[in-house]
């Protein structure tokens, strides 16, 4: 069993920087795909960002592309989501995800992912 953490939610002006992180409690993401998903108040949850276990391959939503990057560091945990230049769209409950693959590919479907964790709120004013 995985049990995801984020961290790193909160209130900012548009404009601003975040960044959250994904922490998996007792163990690493060593060969688990990580994405990071949103939901917005009656919303369905949307992909925002993928991470191959190998940190070699991402890929992001158009809606954030050149604005926001997830990155693993070399002990592959956490894994992180920096988001510049916030917008007030860009307000949800953010969950990081997490599944175990076998090869170093991307997830990009909410199906795709096994464990999640409980959320962290970014809330972007104007």
């Known amino acids: 069993q995985v049990q995801l953490v984020e961290s790193g939610g909160g209130l900012v002006q548009a404009g601003a920087s975040l960044r959250l992180s994904c922490a998996a409690s007792?163990?690493?993401?060593?060969?688990?795909?990580v994405g990071w998903f949103r939901q917005a108040p009656g919303k369905e949850r949307e992909f925002v960002a993928a991470i191959s276990w190998s940190g070699d391959n991402t890929y992001y939503a158009d809606s954030v592309k050149g604005r926001f990057a997830i990155s693993r560091d070399n002990a592959k945990n956490p894994v992180y989501l920096q988001m510049n230049t916030l917008k007030p769209e860009d307000t949800a409950l953010y969950y990081c995800?997490?599944?175990?693959?076998?090869?170093?590919?991307?997830?990009?479907?909410?199906?795709?992912?096994?464990?999640w964790g409980q959320g962290t709120q970014v809330t972007v004013s104007s």
């Open positions: 995800a997490a599944a175990q693959t076998y090869r170093s590919i991307l997830l990009l479907r909410v199906s795709e992912y096994t464990y």
């Open positions: 007792g163990r690493t993401f060593s060969s688990y795909a």
